[in-house]
């Protein structure tokens, strides 16, 4: 069973950092790209990142490019998102997704997310 | 620029069929695939439909989709309406610059 579990979610000042993980079982991580979704309080869905396979290569949406890095640890079979300069806006859930194509964008299970606060 | 539009919300009967549009601001629908995901309160989201129109195992049979080139927009099709239906629904394809977008949900509500 494919199952992936963040952590690392908490109330956290502007301006401060947090490092989000996602623990990856059932399938073989390493065959996979992966990907972080967010969803503000009571809104929609927003891709922050995805990242290849191999970590080799890494995109982001606009919004938190220069401040949010998405890396992979295949021995561990986790995920991390390291946040900086965090701000009231990135308040959100964040989710870890399996990208099963990276060209269409989709992404066949998710976690159960994790709560990012960023509040003084 | 490349956006989803779909409508905000929609309500119907059980039993009744509902249809969600997906509205793509740029460029054809038809240039890459979409998604829709089904997301009840307090759950992460799951899928529905992949690819346009391929159902994922153990999402029944009462969900289609499909895209209409002519007039740019992907549709998701919920037949025979049920309670447990009730959810918001997001559009999602891809774009070569802004890479994966979502339209911005319908709440789907079965009076």
């Known amino acids: 069973e494919v199952q992936l579990v963040e952590s690392g979610g908490g109330l956290v000042q502007p301006g401060g950092s947090q490092r989000l993980s996602c623990v990856a079982s059932g399938f073989t991580f390493r065959n996979y790209w992966m990907s972080w979704v967010r969803q503000a309080p009571g809104k929609g869905l927003e891709w922050v990142a995805n990242?290849?396979?191999?970590?080799?290569?890494?995109y982001y949406v606009h919004s938190v490019k220069g401040r949010f890095t998405i890396s992979r640890d295949n021995a561990k079979n986790t995920l991390y998102l390291q946040m900086n300069s965090l701000r009231a806006e990135d308040t959100a859930i964040y989710y870890c997704t399996r990208v099963v194509d990276f060209w269409s964008g989709y992404s066949d299970y998710w976690g159960q997310g994790t709560l990012v606060t960023v509040s003084s | 620029n490349f956006m989803l539009t779909q409508p905000h919300s929609l309500s119907e009967s059980p039993g009744k069929t509902v249809t969600i549009s997906c509205t793509r601001g740029s460029g054809s629908i038809a240039s890459n695939y979409v998604q829709w995901y089904q997301q009840r309160p307090g759950s992460a989201p799951r899928t529905v439909i992949y690819e346009d129109k391929l159902r994922p195992s153990g999402v029944p049979d009462r969900f289609s989709g499909s895209v209409d080139s002519s007039s740019n927009y992907a549709s998701l099709t919920i037949s025979g309406l049920k309670t447990e239906d009730e959810a918001d629904y997001y559009c999602?394809?891809?774009?070569?610059?802004?890479?994966?977008?979502f339209g911005g949900g319908t709440k789907v509500t079965v009076l």
């Open positions: 999602q394809s891809y774009d070569s610059s802004l890479y994966v977008i």
């Open positions: 990242i290849k396979l191999d970590g080799s290569e890494k």
